[in-house]
Each structure stands twice: as structure tokens, then as C-alpha cells.
């Protein structure tokens, strides 16, 4: 599975956007880049998945340039609620799938 | 909710005892799989179970092993636990195999403390 480097940490305050990027220089053709989140003593949440380009949902977009080596979460208009590590992961689907690599993500904090 | 259960929530246990957690997957899912997550690091692969198999395994002594039940839930059993093993165990469940998606759903985790 391809590695990714993510920033350690961030803040931000309410009302904010809040812009993670994720390097991923050794993506494969057939890896797809998935964002989970992270509240203390809780599981991971799916938040997003994309290939390339952009797909937006209700929580977040997910950016991806189009030689897909990086890729970037936007959390528009973020809460306190939104405080939490962020993951990035990058692998392809089928069984290899199923096992997540999770890196050590990017905390943030978001502040009054 | 994501529907994932997961047993006991917290547990206190000595060296060189064993073990057993518990995990109910999400209905509908049969794939169950299990990471170990150390404080302030990401989750690490355990293994997978899919069809009462081990399918995948992750960087783990055979200490750690597994077992799936026909209705799909899954155990972890740990023995003659080391102070190391001290960490919050996550159940996730997801179809098999994933079709370009990498969406499991989290249990809320079993907080092992060994002592």
C-alpha cells in the first residue's frame, strides 16, 4: 500500500475551512485515496473516498490533482465538533482492500 | 450509529493473563476485522475473517488469534498479554470483497489495560 505523509497537527477556529493535505508520491493506478476521522475513544468514521479530480458530500470535498500524488480534505466552515484526527489512507479495492493502513493522521483543533 | 458492537468496553488484565474480545459486525456485513490502536498512534491491522477464515493478517505475534462465528460476529482472544498489549482494540466490519471502496464501519473500541 502506498505511504502517506499527512501534517501532524492544526488549528483552526470556528467558521473556518480547514485544508488537510495528504502525499502519497508511490499511488498506484488502481489505489483509491479514503479520509477517515477520529474522536477520542471512538472508532474511525468514514468520511470521504475519491480516485482523482473532486467529490464533494455533506460533511467534506476532497480534492485530487491529476497526477493524483497528493490530495487535499477540505472541512468548509468547521465547528468545535470537527475537533478530531484526520486519516488519510491510499490502496486499491478487492480483498487487498480490506486491510486499512492508517498513518499516525493529523490532529485538529478547533478553537472558539 | 454504525451498528458495529463491540465487548467488553474497558478491561483491566495482569501479565501473562488471556483475553477474549468481542464484535458484532453491522447487519448485512460479513467481513469482520480487528486493529490494535496504541495511545496517540493510528490504528494497526490485526487480521481479517471472512467466511470463519483468516484472510489477512497483520504484524502480530500468534498470541493474537481470532475466530468467526456463522452469524459473523468475531472474537479476539490475546494470551499471556504483555504490558505492550495495552491499547484500544477496534472491531470493523465491511462486505467482501470491497468493490472501490475502503468504507468500514468502527466499533466504538474495548480499552484493554494490562498491569
Known amino acids: 500500500l502506498a505511504k502517506t505523509t499527512q501534517p501532524i497537527s492544526m488549528d483552526s477556529y470556528e467558521g473556518q475551512e480547514v485544508n488537510i493535505t495528504c502525499s502519497h508520491n508511490n499511488i498506484a493506478t488502481n489505489d483509491y485515496i479514503t479520509w477517515y476521522q477520529q474522536f477520542p475513544s471512538q472508532g474511525p468514521r468514514f468520511i470521504i473516498q475519491g480516485y482523482k479530480t473532486k467529490v464533494t458530500n455533506e460533511v467534506a470535498s476532497l480534492f485530487i490533482p491529476a497526477d493524483r500524488k497528493s490530495s487535499t480534505l477540505s472541512l468548509p466552515r468547521v465547528s468545535l465538533s470537527d475537533t478530531a484526527v484526520y486519516y488519510c489512507?491510499?490502496?486499491?479495492?478487492?480483498?487487498?482492500?480490506?486491510?486499512?493502513?492508517f498513518g499516525g493522521g493529523t490532529r485538529v483543533l478547533v478553537k472558539p | 450509529d454504525a451498528g458495529v458492537t463491540q465487548s467488553p468496553t474497558h478491561l483491566i488484565k495482569t501479565r501473562g493473563q488471556q483475553v477474549t474480545l468481542r464484535c458484532s459486525p453491522k447487519?448485512?456485513?460479513?467481513?469482520v476485522s480487528w486493529y490494535q490502536q496504541a495511545l496517540g498512534q493510528g490504528p494497526q491491522f490485526i487480521f481479517q475473517?471472512?467466511?470463519?477464515?483468516?484472510?489477512q493478517r497483520g504484524n502480530f505475534p500468534d498470541r493474537f488469534s481470532g475466530h468467526q462465528f456463522p452469524n459473523y460476529s468475531s472474537e479476539l482472544n490475546v494470551n499471556a498479554l504483555l504490558l505492550g498489549d495495552s491499547a484500544l482494540y477496534l472491531c470493523?466490519?465491511?462486505?467482501?470483497?470491497?468493490?472501490?471502496?475502503?468504507?468500514?464501519?468502527f466499533g466504538p473500541g474495548t480499552r484493554l489495560t494490562v498491569t
Open positions: 489512507l491510499v490502496g486499491g479495492p478487492g480483498a487487498a482492500g480490506n486491510k486499512l493502513t
Open positions: 470493523a466490519s465491511s462486505l467482501w470483497p470491497l468493490q472501490g471502496t475502503y468504507e468500514q464501519y
Open positions: 475473517y471472512y467466511e470463519e477464515e483468516e484472510r
Open positions: 447487519s448485512g456485513h460479513d467481513t
